[in-house]
């Protein structure tokens, strides 16, 4: 059964940072491209950030370029987020989710979310 699992996330004032975690299970790291998702209450989900594993690409969308960080340690099979100078349009429930065409295109398997509150 492949499971992924988000945490880290919390409350932090405007400016602030936190690293959030994906860590995965039932698969292998090296054969996924892992994103992150974010939802806003309201709001549709848009994408935040990825890294493939066939070539080490990492992917930002513009609103997250220079804040965030994604990275990951395929020993430990997890993929994190650094984010850095938080604002508060940040806030939403963050997903990670696993994309076995490792394209950060179509993605097969995704978390339940972690919530980030990001205060003014």
């Known amino acids: 059964e492949v499971q992924l699992v988000e945490s880290g996330g919390g409350l932090v004032q405007a400016g602030g940072s936190l690293r959030l975690s994906c860590a995965a299970s039932?698969?292998?790291?090296?054969?996924?491209?892992i994103g992150w998702f974010r939802q806003a209450p309201g709001k549709d989900r848009e994408g935040v950030s990825c890294?493939?594993?066939?070539?080490?690409?990492?992917y930002y969308e513009e609103y997250v370029k220079g804040r965030f960080t994604i990275s990951s340690d395929n020993a430990k099979n997890t993929v994190y987020l650094q984010m850095n100078s938080l604002k508060p349009e940040d806030t939403a429930v963050y997903y990670c989710?696993?994309?076995?065409?490792?394209?950060?295109?179509?993605?097969?398997?995704w978390g339940q979310g972690t919530q980030v509150t990001v205060s003014s």
């Open positions: 890294i493939s594993s066939s070539d080490d690409s990492t």
């Open positions: 989710a696993a994309d076995e065409g490792r394209l950060c295109r179509g993605y097969d398997y």
């Open positions: 039932g698969i292998t790291f090296d054969d996924y491209a």
